[in-house]
């Protein structure tokens, strides 16, 4: 097993007072004073591993929210006397992004959302929310538009299913220099457009097929219909990649028809897919990419705590560990640390292991995201599928 972890926490080297209390020791405090204090000051105040959340107006009671697992995860603001300011401060180990809003009441009305004071957000199916970056994060350069990249193309693929009964959408990239009679790997990818969307996965695609960090691929970025019901261990999901899709990709396209020229990739649920269409189809898939899986089980009893959508994951799941088998040659794994899926995740590197399968595993301080799974993209993409320096398909 190869494993990758993040780097430790950097000790707190502030020196003096913090931000906030040098503001809070001033004798005299009015709003002119919170004008001054915010005035070019980015928000959150990262100093060292401390991190001050601001909020500035009327109400009876400010709270932070965020997802860190094992930590209160609602954190009461404290509004500083003579002011409309209120303030917050948690420790953030280096390196650490997290996602958060602030939770404001007033009287009996209840609001939830971004912090005002913080143009950093991060985009998701299910909404937006603020960021807080600590020292040490960087957003990573390629994941940022790269000029000098030649952009590959995307093609939609509306193709007819009889085994889920409803028709697919899914969109094919084809890398820059796509050549009809070169022979691709091929990598299908779950909830592709929201990889696309969320995590920028075209940037990336092809930022690292430029830098030849990744080879010259085919990617075809599917989509869900009901995806509580197709995910987690569903057979007509199944039967489609393997005997609908893939044939109709290998009948139009130049793709490898071989194990080690397929993968299958996905987050959250869509890892669950992955991971149970390559256990019901051997020797079929060389390489799985699975991100902050949902891959939870019990030990004792049924009750997991995840509700009813939850079931047939915990079932596939304790059936495997039962009696787990190869799924794939090669599997990528990450997770944030900062998400309760931490341990499940962790927990079943050994499983698979244990079947012969090439684990590398990498964690992130980060939360279940899909700019934590945009993060680690290049970690798993050129690990399965590596630059033509590194390996030839042909």
Not at 72 to 93: A, D, K, M
Not at 345 to 374: F, I, K, L, Q
């Amino acid at each position: 097993m190869s494993i990758s972890l993040p780097p430790q926490p950097m000790r707190d080297t502030t020196r003096g007072k913090l931000a906030i209390n040098s503001f809070r020791a001033l004798e005299h405090r009015s709003e002119e004073s919170v004008d001054g204090f915010l005035q070019d000051r980015a928000v959150p105040i990262v100093e060292g591993a401390n991190c001050t959340f601001l909020f500035r107006g009327e109400a009876d009671e400010v709270h932070l929210l965020h997802r860190i697992v094992n930590q209160p995860q609602r954190v009461p603001l404290h509004r500083i006397e003579g002011t409309s300011l209120w303030f917050c401060v948690i420790e953030l180990p280096y390196g650490s992004r997290v996602e958060y809003q602030l939770e404001v009441r007033h009287g009996e009305q209840v609001v939830q959302g971004n912090d005002p004071l913080n143009p950093l957000v991060a985009h998701s199916p299910v909404g937006s929310s603020s960021v807080c970056q600590a020292i040490g994060y960087q957003t990573p350069e390629w994941t940022q538009f790269d000029p000098d990249a030649r952009p590959g193309e995307l093609h939609d693929l509306v193709l007819p299913s009889k085994a889920l009964r409803r028709e697919t959408h899914s969109r094919v990239y084809l890398p820059a220099r796509f050549r009809p009679s070169t022979i691709y790997p091929l990598l299908i990818v779950h909830d592709g457009d929201d990889y696309l969307n969320f995590s920028s996965m075209k940037i990336v695609l092809d930022n690292l097929i430029h830098s030849l960090d990744m080879a010259e691929t085919i990617v075809v970025f599917t989509n869900p219909g009901d995806r509580n019901r197709e995910y987690p261990n569903y057979a007509p999901h199944a039967r489609h990649l393997v005997h609908e899709l893939i044939p109709h990709l290998e009948e139009h396209y130049p793709v490898m028809r071989r194990p080690e020229g397929r993968a299958l990739m996905g987050a959250s649920f869509g890892a669950v897919a992955s991971m149970s269409v390559a256990f019901r189809n051997p020797d079929v898939f060389g390489s799985l990419l699975l991100q902050s899986g949902s891959f939870v089980f019990t030990d004792i009893g049924s009750e997991h705590g995840g509700g009813p959508v939850f079931d047939p994951v915990v079932k596939f799941m304790n059936r495997y560990r039962a009696r787990p088998r190869k799924v794939a040659d090669r599997l990528f794994v990450s997770c944030g640390i900062y998400e309760p899926l931490i341990v499940p995740n962790r927990s079943m590197v050994p499983v698979w292991e244990s079947t012969g399968s090439s684990v590398r595993y990498v964690e992130a301080r980060d939360g279940h995201s899909w700019e934590n799974w945009r993060d680690r993209l290049r970690d798993g993409l050129s690990w399965i599928y590596p630059g033509p320096q590194k390996f030839v398909y042909e």
